[in-house]
C-alpha cells in the first residue's frame, strides 16, 4: 500500500542528495520516477535539481497553481513513484492533490523538504504535510556547537542573523547556515545586545 511520505531538515542535511538517490533506486529497480521541483526554487536553473555534494538530474518544473493532480492523471501510465523536492513552496491544496495521487491510484509519493523558515516559522507546504503525511521523518544535521540542528538561520553578507523579510528568499551556503535553537537564540540576543 502506498503513503504520502516527508522527509524534512534544515539546510544542509542532505535533502537533495537523498532525494536523488532515492529517484536513482527506484529506476534501478525499473520503476519510472516523475522527479519535481516547485518554479519557486529557481537556484540550479528551471528544470535541474541539484545537491550540495553534485549529484543532479532534470525535473519537472511546477508551477504554484498547477493542479498536481490533474497532471498526474495525464501521466499516471508513466508514474511508478513521484519524488518531489523542495515540497514546502508547495501549496497546501497541492499537497492535498498527492494525497488523492497516494489514496486514489496507490502511488508513493516522497516529499522532500524543509519544515520552517528562517523565522522558525512553517511554510504552509510542510505544515499541510505534517497534518496529513502517513511517515513523517527527520533528516537530521549539526549545529556547529554539536547538537541537532533545527533552525533555518538565514544571514547578511556579513554573517549576522537577519529575522525579518519574505519568508522566502532562494541561496545556499552564502544565505543560511544551520544551527541548533539555542545557538540561534545566543546569537540574536548578542545581536540584540550589541545595537543597545
Known amino acids: 500500500m502506498a503513503k504520502l511520505y516527508f522527509k524534512y531538515g534544515v539546510m544542509g542535511s542532505s535533502k537533495t542528495a537523498q532525494a536523488l538517490i532515492t529517484k536513482f533506486n527506484y529506476e534501478e529497480r525499473g520503476m519510472r520516477v516523475w522527479l519535481i521541483k516547485p518554479k519557486t526554487d529557481n537556484r540550479d536553473g528551471d528544470n535541474i535539481i541539484r545537491s550540495r555534494i553534485g549529484l543532479s538530474s532534470s525535473a519537472y518544473v511546477l508551477p504554484i497553481t498547477e493542479n498536481l493532480y490533474d497532471s498526474f492523471l495525464n501521466l499516471s501510465s508513466q508514474v511508478d513513484v513521484i519524488i518531489v523536492d523542495e515540497c514546502q513552496f508547495l501549496s497546501e491544496e497541492q499537497i492535498d492533490q498527492l494525497a488523492d495521487v497516494v489514496i486514489l491510484h496507490d502511488v508513493p509519493v ?27 521523518t527527520e533528516i537530521k544535521t549539526i549545529c556547529s556547537c554539536g547538537k541537532k540542528a533545527t533552525v533555518n538561520v538565514r544571514i547578511d553578507e556579513n554573517g549576522k542573523v537577519v529575522t525579518e523579510g519574505e519568508q522566502i528568499l532562494i541561496g545556499g551556503n552564502d544565505k543560511y547556515t544551520a544551527m541548533c535553537y539555542q545557538c540561534y537564540m545566543e546569537k540574536r540576543r548578542e545581536q540584540e545586545n550589541l545595537l543597545y
Open 110 to 136: 516522497l516529499c522532500f523538504g524543509l519544515r520552517t523558515d528562517f523565522r522558525t516559522k512553517m511554510f504552509p507546504g510542510s505544515r499541510r504535510l505534517l497534518e496529513i503525511a502517513d511517515s513523517i
